[in-house]
């Protein structure tokens, strides 16, 4: 759960990290930005969304990954209520480090329902990020 204040109207809203749809303001009904945390454990549910899914994955000591992350906090402004940031410590979660074979971060995943979709690697600009998303939309907001 996470305390997020409208990008419209400002009200903090409490978010929660798994939901069914997309979260929402309380006040105005605007989508709200959807950034958690996910681990091992809690990967496959923090992932179990319609929403395309922007899986990030990063470790503290990454200098380029902390160039990623106010990028990934716009994209989720940008896209609230299309786009799930799902952010993945890679240090805390050595299962999905090999699954996805994390030797070089950040590593960004566009998934949706399971599915990788897209892989970038390395702190990408924002205008990258967005074709790769802009790419895979609408496809899946087609469904
Ligand atoms: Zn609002």
Same mark, same amino acid.
């Given at each position: 759960?996470?305390?997020?204040a409208c990008p419209q109207c400002g009200k903090k809203n409490r978010? #929660?990290?798994i939901e069914h749809g997309r979260?929402?303001? =309380?006040?105005?009904q605007s989508n709200l930005p959807w950034v958690v945390n /996910?681990?091992?454990? !809690? %990967?496959?549910s923090a992932t179990d969304t319609r929403l395309l899914t922007l899986v990030d994955l990063w470790a503290p000591w990454c200098g380029p990954c902390r160039l990623v992350a106010p990028v990934l906090r716009q994209l989720a402004s940008a896209y /609230? =209520?299309? @786009?799930?940031?799902?952010?993945?410590?890679?240090?805390? !979660?050595?299962?999905? /480090?090999?699954? %996805? #074979? /994390?030797t070089s971060i950040p590593? @960004?995943?566009?998934? $949706?329902? =399971?599915?990788? @979709?897209?892989?970038?690697?390395g702190a990408q600009p924002? $205008?990258?990020?967005? #074709?790769?998303?802009?790419f895979l939309l609408p496809t899946i907001e087609m469904n």
């Open positions: 759960m996470s305390i997020v978010v #929660q990290d979260p929402k303001c =309380g006040q105005c /996910a681990d091992d454990v !809690s %990967f496959t /609230a =209520g299309r @786009l799930k940031v799902v952010k993945v410590n890679v240090d805390e !979660s050595p299962q999905l /480090a090999s699954k %996805f #074979q /994390a590593m @960004l995943l566009l998934l $949706h329902e =399971g599915n990788v @979709l897209d892989t970038v690697v924002e $205008h990258v990020l967005r #074709q790769r998303i802009d």
